[in-house]
């Protein structure tokens, strides 16, 4: 975990600044969020742990930062965490960390660069490499790791090599795992082994094998799906989270939505056993994309300190906001 702060840029445009004014003046006063209580504090709703920004891509239209601070506001969304993708399985053309650190830098108050290596690339081989890299995207504004979408086992020795210097720097962690990006088995013995590896990160899951291991009966060919039948109890999840107190789940994309929608009454118990465990976040990575989490919160009865802890409390406290 990590107490670090948040570096803003020391310039910014004068467009940049209206918009924060203007987003500043309407959090301030009294507001009602989509729960009708009022935020403690006026502060916006959300941190969204997991976005992406991008680039035109044949019929993909661009997702810039302007647009993405448009949505967000939106969405009353105060910050972002925004994830490179860097391995040639992770996405249709790399989305780098030098290019998020840049198209980022205008709005660090708001929007959080994290940073990735993929572990198969000569050059880094070894830890000093791995972590003088590393070095540097922090020192160029990078809160965190991820996201993590290597075509390799989440317990590759390269994977791991990566996973200690991240702790070593104390950077959350965020991967995808599915069945061909940091692949596991059913029960998540590989997991395990990266998180006793890496023991000062927070490790954040993401996509279908790590939501599909919600349930105790999941089975080596659902890591990669969106299962829909009841959860059943003895899931991996709950099991690692009992031992190791570094453990998120980042409740973006369809999978995250899948993990509570596939057996309503186990997801709120989820959501409120979990609660300090859990981050809100959407995968938000082309304009007009349908984002399913904000409906499919307002299903779960959820206490006001549940809300708090899953929609922003938690995310402040791993990323040094709070």
């Known amino acids: ?5 948040i570096r803003p840029s020391e310039t910014i445009s004068r467009r940049t600044f209206c918009r924060r004014a203007a987003w500043a003046a309407g959090t301030a006063v009294a507001i009602t969020g989509p729960f ?13 742990v997991h976005v992406h920004l991008g680039q035109p891509w044949a019929a993909r239209e661009p997702l810039t930062a302007d647009i993405l601070l448009r949505w967000m506001d939106e969405h009353r969304i105060s910050h972002a965490v925004v994830l490179p993708l860097i391995s040639p399985e992770a996405w249709y053309y790399p989305i780098t960390t030098e290019w998020v650190l840049k198209e980022t830098k205008p709005h660090r108050d708001r929007l959080l660069p994290f940073c990735d290596v993929d572990p198969r690339t000569d050059y880094l081989r070894g830890q000093k490499g791995i972590l003088d890299t590393l070095k540097r995207y922090v020192d160029a504004g990078a809160v965190g790791f ?3 979408k290597c075509g390799t086992a989440i317990d590759d020795p390269l994977n791991l090599e990566v996973f200690r210097a991240a702790s070593e720097l104390k950077l959350p962690i965020l991967f995808h795992m599915d069945n061909r990006r940091n692949t596991d088995r059913p029960g998540l013995p590989g997991l395990e ?19 599909a291991s919600i349930s105790g009966d ?3 060919d659902q890591m990669g799906s969106y299962p829909k039948t009841p959860v059943a109890p003895g899931g991996a999840i709950d099991r690692l989270m009992d031992k190791y ?10 999978s995250g939505a899948n993990s509570l929608s596939r057996d309503p009454a186990f997801g709120r118990d989820f959501l409120l056993r979990r609660a300090d465990r859990l981050l809100f976040g959407t995968d938000y990575l082309t304009p007009d994309q349908d984002i399913p989490q904000f409906k499919l919160f307002e299903q779960f009865d959820l206490p006001g300190d549940v809300r708090r802890k899953i929609f922003r409390a938690n995310a402040e406290r791993l990323l040094g906001l709070a």
């Open 218 to 220: 999941v089975a080596a």
């Open 1 to 5: 975990m990590t107490d670090r702060s």
């Open 245 to 254: 107190p570094n453990l998120y789940g980042d409740f973006s994309a369809g």
């Open 146 to 148: 991820g996201e993590h």
């Open 193 to 211: 082994k990266a998180l006793q590896e890496a023991p000062e990160s927070a490790f954040i899951g993401h996509a279908q094998g790590w939501w």
């Open 36 to 48: 009708g209580a009022r935020a403690d504090d006026g502060a916006a709703d959300y941190i969204d």
